[in-house]
């Protein structure tokens, strides 16, 4: 016997809700760095539509994150360049 929507959506937010922790959010992999004490700063970029929708397709590809990605390609360049990325203290 075929599932109704509303059985779905019930299971669909109970499979949802398992993978959250004690903040409510999905305990994804920036999630964990961000609890582990990772001082990170946000920025913004503004990218092609199309580039972006590429991007996020390799992410899930490749089970990471477009922030994953980007910041590896940066640490890339930047040590590529002979520039390494200095904590201030």
Same mark, same amino acid.
């Given at each position: 016997m075929a599932r109704s929507k509303k059985d779905l959506k019930k299971d669909a937010a109970a499979e949802g809700a398992q *993978? +959250?922790?004690r903040t409510g959010r999905e305990d994804? /992999? @920036?999630n964990r760095d961000a609890r582990l004490g990772d001082d #990170? +700063?946000?920025?913004?970029?503004r990218l092609n539509r199309k580039t972006l929708k /590429?991007? #996020?397709i390799r /992410?899930? &590809?490749e089970e990471t994150s %477009? =922030? *994953?990605i %980007? &910041?590896?390609?940066? &640490?890339d360049y930047l040590s590529k360049?002979?520039? =390494? /990325?200095? @904590?201030? &203290?």
């Open positions: *993978r +959250k922790g994804t /992999a @920036d #990170k +700063k946000n920025t913004s970029l /590429a991007l #996020k /992410a899930i &590809e %477009v =922030q *994953r %980007v &910041e590896t390609l940066i &640490e360049v002979g520039t =390494q /990325a200095h @904590d201030p &203290e």
